[in-house]
């Protein structure tokens, strides 16, 4: 087990930089063509440096020392200031005036003194809401000393200073519910404000200049909000649990908030800009959310909390973003980016279990770091890293459903025993994943790596003082490997032990290129042209023949394109089938078929495969491996009147005559009842109408027999004009697609011309022609020269406006 952050790093550092001298001494030459070229790795790619554990730093000053200077400034009696200075009498009011706003039983409530006839300060020992209404400055120990609890001090938009010795506000250590607001500054004293006591408030001040921390607290249920806090050593000092900070800013101190106590501490929606360190603390249960975090010159956050959450931050441009060194830590939601510099960490993290998640970082020298055990990676999304995307470096660690890009170093690092990466989305990396061969049960299941421009996987050796190489325990499947090189390595790879097919054999289930069975990987390559691409289609996905990774370690159940299946659905004039059209459906699933009559008509029979269903309601067929056909055949109801007719011209000026028919109706009508649509009917069965007036009309006829009867109506089928009209073009209304086309010559010697003419209904608008020899064409009736002897499967996919429909032929065209 490991035990230090830094100690893990530098030996993995070590590993890397001097591998090749191992190899040398092991004599076990890396097998081609996995072999790593680690003199290349080296001159090619800046290594992990040695990286100290992350402490909270150290303040400029002994803030131990604050306890014993607040605590000499005790009240000896009810009529003498302990900030007094000896000998000082209690002196008028002066030019500057405390308003006592709430009555007290002692008078004013507070002592006014004027040490030298300028350095003024108060001493308030009795509760209730006080008024500054001047302004002043003070060279006396503190400006105003607050001993009585349920105090208000309303600074009414003034500014006291000080002279870098004394403090500001202070109160005494039995004080609470103490509120201090709306100063316009308090400025240039040691501390703006120390206090002991317990619901302390502060709201809308402005704490500058001071030289040891804008606010100092040993205080429980502190509230710090709105305030501005700058240039100071620390801004906020924080010992005390159930903190609340928030809206506040907080800009160019060393420290912007400091907690060493800080139990249960929510800091939130507050602004860090231009501190050497944003925000550090070491208490625990506490919130860090919705703040900015910007332009620190050391760490933007250091997050020391067991049990802490820090949540919706905007953490950017710090040398470093993001230390947390506290378990059970949860670190989600954060947008996190653009490190000082290429060593820089996005997050940094040494606690045990520790969730990242949902975060966003991007231009970081590091993404996502983790040193310790039981930790997880979930739905982050990390961009162009300079190093590592996510490296975690602990036992029972999981990466899932990560998406990571152009990451100049590794994608994913998963070091540790029992570790797992599954589920993510690796592009643009130069080793799309890295693992060490000496742990055990490292899993690699589910992952598409695309483009690594060194390797999909790299299996490393890792060594502390002896060079080893592990048994390489794990399985590696259900992965789709998309680069040119896929797998690299160190040793023989027959001396491992990983599983390169699913270990419980293909298992029913959606696999990583939308396959129906879990079993090996997809072997492609950068272009889609790998192993894999070039296996002819089946329908289970995968295929027994193995694929060859180093003789005689292979994947034996490898994954294959898949093989859609075809089922053309249609229906007669009669009746109605959903959904309709030849489509292609994925292998082993289930697809249902709704078949009804047209109104007026029955359904006596449904064909399936040139087989008789009878008169049934739907279909479903199970489990599909092969091509289908299916029809719903309708007839006209016997004595159900179907009413159909037509016009013998629907446009012209007026006068227009038009002559109507209704002989396509069904059923033996022996009535009729026109409406044209002017206002003028008709009760013949094939009648002659004049429209005089200019305008768009909707015709509906009514037949009947001695049972039953029926309607039809054309909505704006009859259009009069004033003058000649050319009649207008019938705009093309795209439907179902039903696919169909053919092809002349089918067979003879090579080369061999074949002419393919597309048939299809629906008014197709695109065509993609798959000759079945890898060519392809997009004209509607194309031309094709096989030149290859062979039998060639011919596939048609087309596509409208609302839907598409394919069919392929199976040895449409035989060359010889």
């Known amino acids: 087990m490991k035990t230090d952050f830094s100690l893990v790093l530098n030996i993995f550092l070590s590993f890397l930089i001097i591998m090749g001298g191992i190899f040398v001494c092991t004599a076990q030459p890396a097998v081609s063509p996995t072999g790593l070229n680690t003199s290349e790795l080296n001159e090619s790619q800046t290594l992990l440096q040695e990286i100290p554990p992350v402490t909270i730093p150290i303040p400029p000053f002994n803030i131990s020392d604050i306890r014993d200077t607040i605590d000499t400034k005790k009240p000896i009696n009810p009529s003498v200031s302990a900030l007094s200075i000896t000998d000082t009498g209690m002196e008028t009011m002066g030019n500057v005036i405390l308003v006592p706003v709430t009555p007290t039983p002692e008078g004013s409530g507070y002592y006014y003194f004027n040490t030298t006839g300028t350095d003024q300060s108060y001493y308030i020992y009795s509760p209730g809401t006080y008024i500054l209404q001047s302004g ?77 921390a804008g606010i100092v607290a040993y205080t429980s249920n502190l509230s710090v909000h709105k305030n501005t806090l700058k240039n100071s050593s620390i801004g906020i000092y924080i010992l ?94 954060n947008t996190i980016s653009d490190t000082f510099d290429e060593y820089g960490y996005g997050i940094r993290a040494e606690g045990e279990n520790t969730t990242f998640s949902e975060n966003t970082l991007y231009n970081n020298g590091y993404g996502i770091m983790s040193s310790k055990h039981d930790c997880k990676a979930i739905k982050n999304r990390v961009y162009s890293s300079v190093r590592y995307g996510i490296l975690l470096d602990g036992d029972d660690g999981m990466i899932s459903d990560n998406i990571v890009r152009d990451i100049q170093l590794y994608g994913l690092g998963c070091f540790g025993n029992n570790s797992l990466a599954s589920n993510n989305i690796v592009t643009d990396a130069y080793f799309g994943i890295g693992i060490a061969d000496q742990y055990n049960n490292t899993s690699v299941i589910g992952n598409q790596i695309n483009r690594s421009s060194r390797s999909s996987l790299a299996i490393l050796s890792e060594f502390y003082y002896e060079p080893i190489t592990g048994p390489g325990i794990g399985n590696i499947y259900n992965n789709y490997f998309g680069s040119d090189t896929n797998i690299q390595g160190y040793g023989n790879f027959s001396n491992y032990s990983y599983s390169w097919t699913n270990p419980s054999g293909p298992v029913r289930g959606t696999n990583v290129v939308g396959g129906p069975f879990i079993a090996g990987n997809y072997w492609s390559n950068a272009n889609g042209t790998g192993w894999s691409d070039l296996q002819t289609p089946n329908v289970t996905g995968f295929v027994t023949p193995p694929f060859d990774i180093s003789p005689p370690v292979n994947d034996t159940a490898p994954l294959v394109p898949l093989k859609p299946v075809t089922i053309n659905a249609t229906a007669n004039d009669q009746a109605i089938i959903v959904p309709a059209g030849n489509s292609s459906y994925r292998s082993y699933t289930n697809q249902t078929f709704i078949t009804q009559p047209k109104p007026g008509a029955d359904m006596p029979d449904v064909i399936v495969d040139s087989e008789s269903k009878g008169n049934i309601t739907s279909w479903t067929f199970t489990q599909l491996t092969d091509n289908h056909d299916i029809q719903a055949i309708g007839n006209p109801t016997p004595g159900q009147v179907q009413v159909f007719f037509n016009a013998s011209q629907r446009y012209g000026e007026r006068p227009l005559t038009v002559s109507f028919s209704s002989i396509q109706s069904l059923g033996s009508p022996t009535s009729w009842y026109w409406q044209f649509g002017d206002g003028i009917t008709n009760t013949t069965r094939n009648p002659v109408h004049t429209y005089e007036i200019p305008g768009i009309y909707t015709v509906t006829l009514r037949a009947l027999n001695n049972q039953t009867g029926g309607y039809a109506v054309w909505n704006n089928y009859i259009t009069v004009t004033d003058g000649v009209v050319p009649q207008p073009t019938p705009t093309l209304v795209p439907g179902k697609i039903i696919t169909q086309f053919s092809a002349y010559p089918t067979s003879g010697n090579a080369p061999l011309t074949v002419d393919f003419k597309d048939k299809s209904s629906g008014n197709p608008v695109s065509w993609d022609w798959d000759f079945g020899d890898g060519s392809h064409s997009t004209l509607q009736n194309p031309s094709h020269v096989y030149t290859t002897a062979g039998s060639y499967p011919v596939m048609l996919s087309l596509k409208n406006e609302n839907y598409g429909g394919s069919l392929r032929i199976p040895e449409a065209v035989v060359v010889t």
Not at 241 to 268: H, R
């Open 240 to 333: 005390g649990p159930y903190a609340v900070v928030s809206e506040n800013t907080i800009l160019d101190n060393f420290i912007g908030l400091y907690s060493i106590y800080g139990d249960t501490m929510t800091v939130e929606k507050n602004s860090f800009n231009n501190n050497q360190y944003g925000f550090a603390s070491s208490g625990n249960n506490m919130t860090f959310r919705e703040n900015t975090v910007h332009n620190s010159q050391d760490y933007g956050v250091i997050f020391q909390s067991d049990g802490g959450l820090c949540t919706g931050n905007i953490i950017s441009q710090n040398y470093n973003n993001l230390a947390s060194t506290g378990s059970n830590t949860t670190i989600n939601g």
């Open 136 to 212: 002043f400055s003070t060279g006396n120990s503190s400006a105003i000393y607050i001993e009585a609890s349920d105090v208000v001090l309303d600074g009414n938009g003034q500014t006291i200073t000080g002279n870098a010795t004394n403090n500001g506000i202070a109160t005494g250590s039995d004080v609470n519910n103490t509120s201090v607001r709306n100063f316009f500054k308090i400025e240039e004293f040691t501390y703006g404000l120390y206090s002991y006591g317990d619901k302390i408030s502060l709201v809308n001040n402005t704490w500058a200049d001071n030289r040891y």
